[in-house]
């Protein structure tokens, strides 16, 4: 299932959208957020039936994708404020947060739920990852 690689680019594109829309008045801080807010309680109970979180998890994936998601969204917008046109460093930090959420998850999932992780879209978005990175380098 690809459902956390579309949550994720979701969650992108969501931040990029006055950027890419060329919008005179981008989102508000506080709609942002609340958008935000929204699709990580989404993820957490996607995660919670599709892998069989224990509350403790579930505390946990919830506190990861809150902190690593405010974090790129703060960092999109800086970049946005910044009036930065390259695609390819938006893609660069998309991918850093990403990374960091892939670590955090392996650290707390089970090896049984990591392996259901895995096979849900997460080997092929790293592997993406991992290929993007060697064609920046």
Do not use: C
Not at 109 to 120: M, V
């Amino acid at each position: 299932m690809r459902y956390k690689a579309i949550k994720f680019f979701g969650i992108a594109a969501l931040l990029l959208l006055p950027l890419l829309a060329g919008a005179q008045q981008p989102q508000s801080e506080e709609e942002e957020r609340k958008q935000l807010r929204q699709v990580i309680d989404q993820t957490v109970a996607s995660y919670e039936t599709q892998f069989g979180l224990e509350d403790w998890q579930s505390f946990y994936v919830d506190s990861i994708l809150t902190h690593d998601y405010e974090a790129l969204r703060v960092e999109l917008r800086e970049l946005r404020n910044a009036k930065v046109s390259n695609a390819d460093i938006y893609s660069t930090v998309q991918d850093k947060w990403a990374e960091q959420i892939y670590l955090s998850l392996q650290k707390i999932f089970t090896e049984e739920q990591w392996n259901k992780y895995l096979k849900s879209g997460a080997a092929r978005d790293k592997k993406a990852r991992d290929k993007r990175a060697a064609k920046r380098k």
